[in-house]
């Protein structure tokens, strides 16, 4: 075992899900002989992500897989064996669980499918798995789940190969399909709840709490069983970091589909909405959304107020950008005359020097990128403006980012004009200056989505 692994393993929060995603050991049971690219080899993906443990295979057919030892079953492997991942048939799932279980093996991961979510034989044989449960006080996630991601251990679950995105974000999800992440938002830890014959969003969400890796928590829900349970769980871990909820299964046709995927009763849309509200969740509208979220929350630092100062190169974008402050309960910021007549001077006799500030006459006289970050410096100085939101081009972000790191406790945010994002792909995730968006109104969606979080903090402390 490396000197990390053992550092981590000292360190454990001591919670029953360290065993999930920081497995010392780990017993892949169902391993594929089958290899190479287009297999889904659980085996193969856990190695290939560079897991740091034991790895034992089981497969009664094979004596070697990937240069390991196969084990026949269950009662032939070692002793202290932490997790096992089932990939088997399901007819042969809740025999090999209370195998596991005698063995003393703490949790498992059932990836296979066809439980609850399918037919009457599938539902039977869940609550054979719920009865083991019960009698032993082992811990399963699952069926029908993909399992889990950690990209700071490494360990993995998954039947796909994944990118390694060591990220401050959790997510608790109900579908693996999301483990890569959503767009501008990749996923450093996540968890597939799956059909949640056991382990649901009550457990996960206090498990990322106290994760002293994680800044943001995120949920892609479809149902929930323990509502109240879920509400002060919620309610207490949000003092400490915020949780993004996006709610599938909102319309009639998407409520039925998720019956069949997870076997949740998703329920009617206005009523998790309150919830949600209740257990000061925040949630998306869209896939964009959480990114959009996200990436505010990692970038931008604690605020309340409502005043925002504007600056941009072109005046129609001002205006359509004062439009979405007013939209999302922001103000135009009175600039302090201290500011004016700073940034006065760049400006012709005749331009009246208020907000938002068009700078592109200024910037033609005496050089844009000069005028960009007097003026920007100015506004982020300035004690009557509580935020800044500016337009530039993807260019603009060398000009900026030296000023941004100037004050760091104010918020900026930007709207990226044109085409041309050359220098964003090229950045990649901007988590330390300042979050780009593409329009102004996804730009102040998100900042009042981190002002409310804060007020609400604020509110609640006093």
């Given at each position: 075992?490396?000197?990390?692994?053992?550092?981590?393993?000292?360190?454990?929060?001591?919670?029953?899900?360290?065993?999930?995603?920081?497995?010392?050991?780990?017993?892949?049971?169902?391993?594929?002989?089958?290899?190479?690219?287009?297999?889904?080899?659980?085996?193969?993906?856990?190695?290939?992500?560079?897991?740091?443990?034991?790895?034992?295979?089981?497969?009664?057919?094979?004596?070697?897989?990937?240069?390991?030892?196969?084990?026949?079953?269950?009662?032939?492997?070692?002793?202290?064996?932490?997790?096992?991942?089932?990939?088997?048939?399901?007819?042969?799932?809740?025999?090999?669980?209370?195998?596991?279980?005698?063995?003393?093996?703490?949790?498992?991961?059932?990836?296979?499918?066809?439980?609850?979510?399918?037919?009457?034989?599938?539902?039977?044989?869940?609550?054979?798995?719920?009865?083991?449960?019960?009698?032993?006080?082992?811990?399963?996630?699952?069926?029908?789940?993909?399992?889990?991601?950690?990209?700071?251990?490494?360990?993995?679950?998954?039947?796909?190969?994944?990118?390694?995105?060591?990220?401050?974000?959790?997510?608790?999800?109900?579908?693996?399909?999301?483990?890569?992440?959503?767009?501008?938002?990749?996923?450093?830890?996540?968890?597939?709840?799956?059909?949640?014959?056991?382990?649901?969003?009550?457990?996960?969400?206090?498990?990322?709490?106290?994760?002293?890796?994680?800044?943001?928590?995120?949920?892609?829900?479809?149902?929930?069983?323990?509502?109240?349970?879920?509400?002060?769980?919620?309610?207490?871990?949000?003092?400490?970091?915020?949780?993004?909820?996006?709610?599938?299964?909102?319309?009639?046709?998407?409520?039925?589909?998720?019956?069949?995927?997870?076997?949740?009763?998703?329920?009617?849309?206005?009523?998790?909405?309150?919830?949600?509200?209740?257990?000061?969740?925040?949630?998306?509208?869209?896939?964009?959304?959480?990114?959009?979220?996200t990436k505010a929350f990692l970038s931008l630092p604690p605020f309340i107020g409502n005043r925002v100062a504007i600056i941009t190169p072109t005046g129609a974008g001002g205006i359509i950008t004062l439009d979405a402050v007013e939209k999302h309960g922001f103000q135009a910021a009175t600039l302090s005359q201290e500011t004016i007549d700073e940034i006065a001077r760049l400006f012709q006799s005749w331009i009246k020097v208020r907000n938002p500030l068009d700078i592109l006459s200024a910037g033609m006289m005496h050089g844009y990128k000069q005028v960009y970050a007097r003026v920007l410096g100015a506004c982020l100085k300035d004690q009557n403006v509580d935020s800044v939101v500016a337009l530039c081009g993807a260019y603009t972000l060398k000009t900026i980012m030296p000023v941004a790191a100037?004050?760091?406790?104010?918020?900026?945010?930007?709207?990226?004009?044109?085409?041309?994002?050359?220098?964003?792909?090229?950045?990649?995730?901007?988590?330390?200056?300042?979050?780009?968006?593409?329009?102004?109104?996804?730009?102040?969606?998100?900042?009042?989505?981190?002002?409310?979080?804060?007020?609400?903090?604020?509110?609640?402390?006093?």
């Amino acid at each position: 075992m490396s000197v990390c692994l053992i550092m981590r393993v000292l360190d454990r929060k001591n919670h029953f899900l360290d065993v999930f995603l920081e497995p010392r050991s780990v017993a892949v049971i169902g391993a594929s002989k089958k290899t190479g690219k287009g297999s889904f080899n659980v085996l193969e993906t856990l190695l290939t992500f560079g897991y740091r443990g034991k790895v034992y295979p089981v497969n009664p057919q094979a004596a070697e897989i990937l240069n390991l030892k196969v084990y026949r079953d269950v009662p032939c492997l070692p002793e202290g064996v932490e997790l096992a991942l089932i990939a088997t048939p399901r007819e042969t799932v809740p025999e090999i669980v209370a195998a596991c279980a005698a063995k003393g093996i703490r949790g498992a991961i059932i990836i296979t499918e066809g439980f609850g979510e399918a037919d009457e034989r599938g539902q039977q044989l869940q609550s054979k798995i719920s009865a083991v449960i019960g009698e032993t006080g082992m811990r399963i996630l699952g069926p029908n789940s993909v399992g889990v991601v950690n990209s700071f251990q490494p360990f993995t679950s998954a039947f796909i190969p994944l990118p390694k995105n060591v990220a401050p974000v959790a997510l608790i999800s109900q579908s693996g399909g999301f483990f890569e992440g959503f767009p501008e938002c990749p996923v450093g830890k996540g968890i597939d709840l799956g059909n949640t014959s056991d382990i649901d969003f009550v457990d996960t969400i206090s498990y990322f709490e106290k994760d002293e890796d994680i800044r943001v928590i995120v949920l892609h829900m479809e149902g929930i069983a323990r509502i109240h349970e879920f509400m002060y769980t919620c309610r207490r871990a949000v003092k400490t970091k915020p949780i993004i909820v996006l709610k599938g299964g909102r319309s009639a046709s998407g409520s039925k589909a998720a019956a069949s995927h997870t076997g949740s009763l998703s329920g009617k849309n206005e009523l998790y909405r309150t919830m949600f509200k209740q257990a000061r969740v925040m949630e998306a509208d869209s896939i964009a959304g959480i990114g959009d979220f996200t990436k505010a929350f990692l970038s931008l630092p604690p605020f309340i107020g409502n005043r925002v100062a504007i600056i941009t190169p072109t005046g129609a974008g001002g205006i359509i950008t004062l439009d979405a402050v007013e939209k999302h309960g922001f103000q135009a910021a009175t600039l302090s005359q201290e500011t004016i007549d700073e940034i006065a001077r760049l400006f012709q006799s005749w331009i009246k020097v208020r907000n938002p500030l068009d700078i592109l006459s200024a910037g033609m006289m005496h050089g844009y990128k000069q005028v960009y970050a007097r003026v920007l410096g100015a506004c982020l100085k300035d004690q009557n403006v509580d935020s800044v939101v500016a337009l530039c081009g993807a260019y603009t972000l060398k000009t900026i980012m030296p000023v941004a790191a100037m004050y760091p406790h104010k918020p900026l945010i930007l709207w990226i004009m044109g085409a041309d994002r050359s220098l964003i792909n090229e950045r990649g995730q901007a988590y330390d200056f300042a979050p780009y968006y593409r329009s102004p109104d996804r730009a102040l969606y998100a900042l009042k989505m981190v002002r409310e979080y804060y007020r609400q903090k604020a509110t609640e402390n006093d």
